[in-house]
């Protein structure tokens, strides 16, 4: 066992290979939203279940509101610069280093390459820099996969996200986050050589929405979830996040799953 292999075990669950990653990284680009406008709370209270395996944050956060109740994996943010207030949010670009994620103690790191956008190249060469640095150090790498406003029709394309998770491990990531494809998402898997988690996106309409997606990531391969809003900003976040645990780690299906929301909420009333 080398440092990265301890690492990934971190994150990812050594009996079921696959991972609940929650991530508050979103206030680096958005701000304060519904579900982290106290940050600190929402980790307190969500790491408190024992459901969540790694939490996905910037150096910011993890410096000053995160204080876990457990002992939980953590990937540290290492791209942004760019706001909703700014002319391009893909305009991404270095922002955290593996040593200074080292002094963290985190496990890993992430960086966001926009495929298909006007600062593909820009991003997706930071990737591959990024990977070399973390090499160096035995840190594990997730290549976020971020699409853009002038590609967003393009989420449900199974062959552009697939593209996508490719190009990721191509420049060096060791697990990709990306979107989930209703249609030949297993095929967006078997062509990625590293494992593809799958990012929530705009929140869905329902919990049950939720639970579906993760449920078809899952038998599509995907081996968990990198996601924030869909879990945060439920009406019922901890009862959903023990669904969702039950779906990636105890291998229920989408009824199972639902039923162990509804007990769970009607426990909590």
């Known amino acids: 066992m080398d440092g990265k292999e301890r690492r990934l075990r971190r994150i990812l669950n050594k009996e079921t290979g696959r991972s609940l990653v929650i991530a508050v990284d979103h206030g680096m680009a958005l701000g304060a939203m519904t579900g ?28 000053h509101a995160f204080d876990p109740v457990g002992d939980p994996a953590v990937i540290l943010r290492a791209s942004g610069g760019a706001t909703i207030a700014g002319p391009e949010l893909t305009r991404e670009a270095r922002t955290a280093t593996a040593e200074e994620a080292l002094m963290l103690d985190a496990d890993a790191m992430a960086t966001t390459a926009f495929v298909g956008s006007v600062y593909e190249h820009e991003t997706l060469i930071s990737m591959a820099e990024m990977a070399t640095e973390c090499r160096k150090w035995n840190m594990p790498l997730l290549g976020v996969i971020g699409l853009g406003k002038t590609n967003e029709d393009k989420k449900k394309d199974p062959k552009f996200i697939g593209l996508g998770a490719r190009v990721g491990a191509e420049h060096g ?22 494992p593809v988690m799958i990012a929530g996106g705009p929140k869905c309409e329902t919990d049950l929405d939720t639970l579906n997606m993760i449920y078809g990531a899952l038998q599509g391969g995907a081996k968990g979830i990198v996601m924030g809003r869909n879990v945060w900003q439920s009406p019922h976040p901890i009862a959903l996040l023990s669904a969702v645990h039950g779906l990636i ?5 989408v009824r199972e799953a639902a039923q162990l ?6 426990a909590s009333v």
């Not at 406008?37 to 910011?60: P, Q, S």
């Not at 697990?175 to 990625?192: L, N, R």
């Not at 780690?249 to 299906?253: A, E, I, R, S």
């Not at 929301?261 to 009607?266: A, D, M, N, R």
């Open 36 to 63: 982290i406008m106290d940050v600190a709370k929402t980790v307190r209270e969500l790491d408190a279940t024992g459901k969540v395996d790694c939490w996905l944050m910037t150096k910011g956060v993890y410096t």
């Open 261 to 266: 929301l509804e007990h769970e909420i009607s």
């Open 173 to 194: 990531a060791d697990i990709i986050k990306t979107y989930y494809t209703e249609t030949d998402f297993d095929k967006v898997v078997a062509g990625c050589p590293v």
């Open 249 to 253: 780690h105890g291998n229920m299906d």
